[in-house]
Structure formats: C-alpha cells, structure tokens
C-alpha cells in the first residue's frame, strides 16, 4: 500500500530513522524499567503502527468501493481482529475451523474460511456448531468437497455460503475460471447458497510480479463471473487477496478483498515495496546470548521464534537499524554475521529482529508484547495460534 | 542408535513393510470410527514405536555406564517426560526457562537448562521460583552471563548448579575447550557451584558427520575436563549431545547424554541412519484438499504445521509409503508432485507425512493424537508448547 519504489536489500541495510526510533522508544521502556520490554525472544508490537495500517487499508478498500475482509490468520488476535472490524472491515477471513471457532466465539459475526476444507473428522461437527453462532461462507473447488460439506452440515447448509475457489496463476487450489459457474451450478443443486468466486495471487509475492499477479486475479475473476452468469447464477461476492497485491486490486469486478499482513508488515513486504519501514509494525525482542568472537553474534531468536522463511543467502532476519543477517537458524540458536571492523555486540546486547515472513513469527507466540503509545506496554493473547485444523 | 547403514533417499522413497502397517493401523481406527483419526492435520503418534525408543535409548546408556538425560524440546510433553523418566531417565534437558518451568510444575525435580540463558527481563524472578522448585542447572559460557545470574539469583545461587558450556567444532555457542576452566573458576568465585561441561555436536547432522562430529565432542569435553583440573575444579558431570551421535558418544570421559529426537525420530535421522523405519514414531496426518490437475495434489499440511524444513529439491516431507514430496509450502497448503502415469490422490484422501525434523512439527501442534496399542487414541497436549524464552 506504500506505493513506493522497489528497493535494494541495500536500501534495507541501512539503518533508518525509522528503526532509530523503534530503538530509542524501546530503550526507553526498559530505562522506564517495563519488565516487559527487556523479555527475549518476544513479539514486540507498536501499537500506534499497527492502527495507522488498519486505518489505511480500510480507507484504501473504502476509496476503491471495496469490503475489506481482513485474513486473521496473520494476526490470529481477536484484539486486532477487533479494531478491523471497528475501522469498517465488513468481517473476517479466516484459514482453517480453528481460526473460525476463535473469531465466533469472541462475536465475530462475518467469518468467511477461505480455504478449500475437507469436511472430515471433528469438522462435521464444528462446522455445523459454527453454522449456528456466525455467517458463515466456506470455499470450494471440487465436488466431492461439496458433497462432504453437505454430508457434514445436512439441513444447516441452508445457514452456510458457499465461494467456489478459482485459480488466477498462482498454481494455488481452485478451479480453472471458466469451470467456476459450473461447481456453483452443481453445490446449488445440493442445496447449497454459493455466493460468489474467490483467488488468491500467491504469484505476487516475488519482486515486480505484484501488478502481474493482479492483473491475471482481475482477468481470472471477470471470466469466474461470466462462467457463473453462463448458468444463470450470480457472483455476489468477488473476493481478491493479498497485501502485495491489494493496492492493484482495483478492477470493478472486485467486491471485496482480503490482505491479512498489512497490520504488521516485514521484510518480504518491504523488499516487495508492499510497504514502507515506517509501516512496519512487528519485530522479534532479541538478546545476544553468545560472542564468542569477532565477526559472530548468536542470538536468542531461532527457528521455533521466527521459523526458516529466507535461505542463508539473503538470510533468515535483519536486525533492525545494523542491517546484520541471520544467515544460520537452530531451533533456539540465530547466527549473525558481523564486519569484523565494526563495533560487535556483545552478550547481552538487545537487538530488534525484522522477520521475512510475518505470519509463522505471530504463530510462534503465545502473546503479543504490545507497545502503547503512551509508552507502556499490553499483552495481548495471540488467540488463535496454533488451531491448524 | 538403529546402527544401519547410510541409506540413499532413494531407499526411503520406497514403501516398506513399516509405513504400511502404519497405514493399515491408521485406517483401522478409522473403520472404528475414531473421529481423532480422521482429523487433519494431526500429529500422529505411535505409542508403541514411542515406547520401544525410549527404552532402547535408556538401554544404550545403562549398558555404557551414562545417565542419560533426554532433551525436552522435542516433545515437550508432559507425559513422556514422564515415560521417559520411569524408565530410568537422570533429569531433563531443557531449552528455555519456559520448558524448564512447565516440566518442573509437573514434578520434575532435575532440570538442566542447557542453553547460555542471559538472565534479564522476567527470567530474574522465574529463575528464582526455578531454584526453590528443582534441582536446577544452568549454562554459561561467559562472563557476562555469569555475572547476571548472580544479579538475578542472588543468595538463590547456593541452590543452582552452573555448567560451562564449550564449543567443539560445531560453531555453535560455547567457550574453547581450553579455556572451560578458567571461566569456572570465575563463577566458583562468584559463589557458583560448577557441575562441569557440556557441548552440542551440532556438526553430526550431516550424513556421514555423525562419528566424526562425536570423535570432536569427545576430544573437546577431554580437555574441557583437563582445563578445570588445571585450576583446581572438577568436572563432575560432562554432559554430550544428541540422537544422531549418542550411539558414538561412548567415550570414558563422558557422564551423560542429552537427546531429544530419539522419541520420535524423524527423516533427517532416517537419512542419517540415526534410526530405522520401524523406530519412526510420529507422522503427521494430512488431507489431500485439492486435485485439480494430474501429478499435483495440495495437502492440509503446510508450513505452520511441519515448518519449512528442507528446501524444494529434497523436499519439506514425504508421504510415508507413496514417496511422494512435500516439494512447496504455503501457510496452510504443502504441494505434492506425483509421477502421472500412476494412480493419483483424489481430493480426500488421507496420508500420512513424515517431516524432516520432527521439533518444529510438535512445537506447532497443541495436543499430539497418541495412537495405542490397543487401536484407541489418546490426546496428550503438547505442554511447553511456545515457551520460547
């Protein structure tokens, strides 16, 4: 949403007034003496970053007439899923039951799973228990699938919308546009209320594939359109993902769209040109546990905290204002490489980690430590974390 | 510990008489109609193959004389903690003052931390409750850290033992070998009691590292043990690494083993002849959501649940039976590539996958379905689930 330019890995070494100012706020609360703030590895979040980006995209979807159906499983907070709903988003969007039953049970009155279910095992059950507290849509992109949800829901289809899935490039699940109309045709017959199409261009997540990647979901949902008026149904909904995406996402056909890592941002954003440092909302609290020599700091913060997402070339997470890498991950154990003529870090030292990749860092915590803008700091429960099925 | 051979990936591809009896049992229950063997994703466990790893491991180390002392950070279950423990098990092994903390409310009374802990934030008053509960040792490897443990242990200090810990050609945390000593005659001074040393063979994961990486461990630990003689200590526990080195880690100098993955195993060990087939103990259960093309199938299973372990040429998982890999992950879907002229895997069907490393696996699950001998199945929450610092 940043609209700014590509950026060099270059550009992100280099310390910023951004970062600067992360740094100093959080030294602040420890001089303050927040327990809280001097705890590694922790999720730290600043608050007023993260409302500014929830305040942004609405205005953005509103400008554009479109719903914002924000992804929780990003955050997987009923506390920010909260304040998405009280800026305008139309509900949520969720990827498995588990994330769903969190959200209803918290009043969520607008869940949409976005993901192809197999309604088997204890999903008969929660599915039509969930049927009964929300309104609830499910995807689709098979019949049998459909069959099974019916198997599964009985006469509680009746309460439940069906989206049948479409594949816009990404080589994601979904069906080939044109053969959307006809799954639609064929959940309607078994009784079923299906309410339009959805896709998700997971091809625009490489750097300057995002305008691409939008272009085909918009071409790819306008023939899902056409597949469906060709059975004399209609698309209600037409529903478009992502936050790299989103700010192309414009096309008329477009009803609603469902970015989820806006609220906090990373390094895959950033790199993208997605969004800007400032709009970066999330870092992981790491303290160096071992300097041992020149050239080498080992922080607190491995695999389990922010999970292999990079390679060690371009690394697995960039410290904040020093540019250094991770460039080695063990499960409790993250490798920084350090110029041996600069100043090192010794023990103790608490950097602020920039994740590449958002979503499994929230997923790793059990909380999120979130700065306040008055300097304090909440704890809020990553709610849903976990719940994969 | 199985003592086989080095095996090609190729041999793992094939089915065997193992991975079909896990499927037959799988399906078994679900002719039972046991609806927690219908759910996907799953961490499956087999009780028995569970049961038959810790007592070969505990055999291993009674036979050679070591206590053996099983990494948590594994399984970080309560239950085989305890399982462990029943069969002869010292103490426990673990990585965060969170594990420690989950274990020693469960009744654990000998809990080595062995990770560098730098002792800031909530770990100064958690350290403290620690000590008044177990019997607890902690890792140092610096002086820094020496000195913050006392700041936050205090006259507590008397009540916790610190080992030293020493690098030994892993490049890993850890003070030279030589140079042991001298840091525990640093902390003896500050009112430490010193237990001794201990290392982590990380090198041995590699195939074809493991008795190479054990040779280094024992002659690192020799003279770890020679530099606290050298100033007047004694080093009475030498703690070693780890599943894929324990069958080499026999050397006279060593007291105690630490490891973690054995309970389970895994592909990496299985590539590293570190186990047999037989001795695989968990699986993760997965649906095939999508099949929308010959030699594709998307499973249920993606990198918040087995964690994007491998890279896309040897794959994040194998289907345990087919030989099919897991070869991309998005969050919540792992691609399959299957050869198109054999049968595919329609929507629906249930596999079982193995990962790669099996930690993250159990780290992202809240509960593991623990399969029992008699087909029923019990769940057993993943305790110190997170608890990453």
Not at 27 to 43: H, K, Q, T
Not at 145 to 165: F, H, N
Not at 292 to 300: C, F, K, N
Request: with cysteine.
């Amino acid at each position: 949403m940043g609209g700014v330019a590509e950026k060099s890995d270059d550009d992100i070494l280099a310390p910023t007034l951004g970062w600067g100012w992360f740094i100093v706020h959080r030294f602040a609360g420890i001089l303050a003496g927040n327990v809280r703030l001097r705890e590694s590895p922790a999720a730290i979040v600043l608050h007023d970053t993260l409302s500014d980006n929830i305040a942004r995209m609405q205005r953005f979807a509103d400008s554009h007439g479109k719903n914002l159906r924000p992804h929780v499983k990003t955050h997987k907070s009923v506390e920010i899923g909260r304040l998405q709903l009280a800026a305008g988003a139309r509900g949520i969007t969720a990827g498995t039951v588990g994330e769903a039953e969190v959200f209803a049970n918290a009043g969520v009155a607008d869940i949409f799973i976005a993901y192809p279910l197999w309604a088997s095992g204890t999903k008969e059950q929660r599915l039509r228990s969930l049927a009964d507290r929300t309104k609830l849509s499910i995807g689709v992109e098979s019949r049998a699938a459909a069959d099974i949800l019916l198997a599964a829901l009985g006469e509680r289809r009746a309460a439940v919308s069906l989206i049948v899935e479409i594949e816009c490039g990404a080589g994601r699940s979904g069906v080939a546009p044109s053969q959307a109309g006809a799954l639609a045709r064929y959940a309607t017959e078994l009784g079923f209320f299906v309410a339009g199409v959805y896709t998700y261009p997971g091809h625009g997540g490489t750097p300057g594939a995002r305008e691409h990647a939008a272009r085909d979901q918009g071409e790819a949902l306008t023939e899902a359109v056409r597949s469906f008026d060709a059975v004399g149904l209609t698309a209600d909904v037409v529903s478009a993902g992502s936050t790299p995406t989103a700010e192309f996402s414009t096309d008329r056909v477009i009803t609603e769209i469902r970015p989820g890592e806006y609220v906090f941002n990373d390094g895959d954003n950033l790199r993208l040109g997605a969004c800007r440092e400032a709009d970066i909302a999330l870092f992981v609290a790491a303290t160096v546990v071992s300097a041992q020599e020149p050239g080498r700091a080992i922080l607190d913060v491995g695999s389990k905290a922010i999970g292999r997402e990079g390679d060690p070339d371009r690394g697995f997470g960039v410290v904040a204002g020093l540019g250094y890498r991770l460039h080695k991950l063990n499960e409790y154990h993250g490798y920084l490489r350090l110029p041996v003529d600069e100043p090192q870090l010794p023990v103790g030292t608490m950097v602020p980690v920039l994740p590449n990749h958002v979503c499994p860092v929230v997923n790793s915590f059990d909380e999120l430590t979130v700065v306040m803008p008055d300097g304090g700091c909440e704890m809020w429960p990553v709610s849903a974390r976990g719940r994969l099925n």
